[in-house]
């Protein structure tokens, strides 16, 4: 069992910036990739960012080169760096670690508006 808590989400204006973290917990050795959702009022859950243990990552078109995953492994965390926010950012942001399955956490909500 993976336990995953997500925080850093709130309240931010265009252009504005924003830090996510996802922490696990629990049977986290066997740990194979770590990926940000985020899903929309009305919207279908999409993929934002993603690291994989070897370490790669890749990001939605709509998210680079203002998004950054990465990882702190003493921590056990996996943070989400959003830059340059912008309105359709708006979204509660979803933590998925995939072992053997995907384990989710609650969400955090994201508010890009002035």
């Known amino acids: 069992q993976v336990q995953v808590v997500e925080s850093g989400g709130g309240l931010v204006q265009p252009g504005g910036s924003l830090r996510l973290s996802c922490a696990a917990s629990?049977?986290?050795?066997?740990?194979?990739?770590v990926r940000w959702y985020r899903q929309a009022p009305g919207k279908q859950r999409e993929l934002v960012a993603g690291?994989?243990?070897?370490?790669?990552?890749n990001y939605a078109d709509s998210v680079k080169g203002r998004f950054t995953i990465s990882r702190d492994n003493a921590k056990n965390t996996v943070s989400l760096q959003m830059n340059s926010l912008k309105p359709e950012d708006t979204a509660v942001y979803y933590c998925?670690?995939?072992?053997?399955?995907?384990?989710w956490g609650q969400g955090t909500q994201v508010t890009v508006s002035s």
């Open positions: 690291i994989i243990i070897g370490g790669s990552t």
């Open positions: 629990g049977s986290i050795s066997s740990i194979a990739a």
């Open positions: 998925n670690v995939f072992t053997f399955r995907a384990y």
